[in-house]
């Protein structure tokens, strides 16, 4: 066991819609019974006529009331058709700034109701910036609940632009793959890596929808999209996830974001790193509780060990000299390097089973969901745990 906990000495880093297929014209008679269950009203609603056919198509769920009782607090009042002017608009500006033709199957994938919904997104987004920015967690938990509910209430919107041939145009421009996985997973590590910096620049997104100038907030966002592509090419998937890591180590510890710690990384090492508490965390949590131990043990003693060995020791030495590593020290209040640090981490991993094993099982969970942010605050939470244990 004393040699598994040697790896923590060396690693201390780092989501409504009905299907209306031949159902329109039955909710169109059931239109009274659907009144006395759905305070429309309260939704900013007179009628049913109200929400377009469309924007009924973007809901993928037979419970009326309870969904609409959700969105109520997320669709504005004032359902404007206007927002559909507004939608392409936008989308006109971000294609003009990659110099490609006007979009015209894209904009046909949003109606009113999901055009108020998709600037909504855009001013959670921004909300997500800044808080994780100012490390306001408290309200960071909002902003993530929220989000979920608007990309949710979005889902077929997004369908329905990915299988357009302006979507193609757009990621070719931004030389990426025409898969909607591939580009979700950048933007999503994109942010979890730079929301310290893209926070700044998505402010002026923001703004500019705030102001009602559409045309040029689409035009600042492919700015913001341009980098975040150019960026995830450059350094590619392993280091981004690294830094991520990294971001949620130091967030859930209040310390600066990692810089120098980060740079001591190339891709390969990146990725051995991330493999390996990849592999820890779901070695653990796939075993019962009570074997938390003896199921890290079992993983260090095979593929673990196996990918620490690969790991450059110029990079790991770098890593461990870094002044981000030494500031995590302080915080802790114990050398990560030292005796005192493997005893306790032994200790702790025998003595409170429990509590490694659902550290590790929430770590998985948040890999799972290439959560990075979460999955090293998991991280963090066992490193104090262990600093403070006797």
């Avoid at 969105?71 to 009042?77: A, S």
């Avoid at 009113?112 to 997104?121: A, M, P």
């Avoid at 948040?366 to 104090?384: G, M, R, T």
């Amino acid at each position: 066991m004393k040699r598994f906990t040697n790896i923590f000495v060396l690693l201390a880093l780092f989501t409504i819609a009905f299907s209306w297929t031949g159902l329109f014209e039955r909710l169109k008679a059931k239109e009274e019974d659907i009144r006395d269950k759905v305070d429309l009203k309260s939704l900013g609603l007179s009628h049913l006529k109200d929400i377009s056919l469309k924007d009924l198509t973007n809901f993928e769920t037979p419970d009326i009331r309870s969904k609409l009782e959700k969105l109520k607090n997320i669709i504005p009042k004032d359902l404007d058709p206007s927002h559909h002017k507004d939608i392409d608009e936008f989308w006109t500006g971000v294609f003009e700034a990659f110099r490609l033709p006007k979009p015209a199957e894209l904009i046909n994938c949003f109606g009113t109701v999901s055009g108020q919904i998709f600037f909504r997104k855009i001013k959670t987004i921004n909300d997500l910036l800044m808080h994780s920015k100012g490390h306001d967690m408290v309200k960071l938990h909002t902003d993530y609940t929220q989000f979920e509910v608007l990309m949710h209430a979005l889902a077929h919107s997004h369908k329905c632009m990915v299988e357009t041939k302006d979507f193609e145009r757009l990621t070719d421009a931004l030389h990426i793959p025409h898969d909607p996985e591939v580009l979700m997973k950048a933007k999503y590590l994109y942010y979890q890596a730079k929301f310290d910096t893209l926070a700044e620049e998505y402010k002026g997104v923001y703004n500019e929808v705030v102001n009602k100038n559409f045309n040029k907030a689409g035009k600042v966002f492919a700015e913001v999209f341009k980098k975040a592509a150019s960026e995830y090419n450059r350094q590619g998937e392993d280091l981004l996830a690294l830094q991520a890591f990294g971001n949620g180590l130091s967030e859930t510890l209040g310390l600066p974001l990692p810089a120098a710690k980060v740079n001591c990384y190339n891709g390969k090492d990146a990725k051995l790193v991330m493999d390996f508490f990849k592999g820890l965390s779901h070695a653990v949590a796939e075993g019962k509780w009570y074997r938390a131990d003896s199921s890290a043990s079992d993983y260090w003693s095979s593929e673990g060990k196996s990918l620490l060995e690969k790991i450059d020791k110029k990079v790991l030495k770098c890593d461990m000299n870094s002044h981000d590593s030494k500031n995590l020290n302080e915080k802790l209040g114990l050398d990560l390097s030292s005796k005192e640090f493997r005893e306790k981490m032994c200790d702790y991993t025998t003595d409170h089973n429990i509590m490694f094993y659902s550290y590790l099982r929430t770590m998985n969970s948040a890999f799972e969901k290439n959560d990075y942010l979460h999955a090293a605050a998991a991280y963090a939470h066992l490193l104090e745990a262990v600093s403070k244990s006797s």
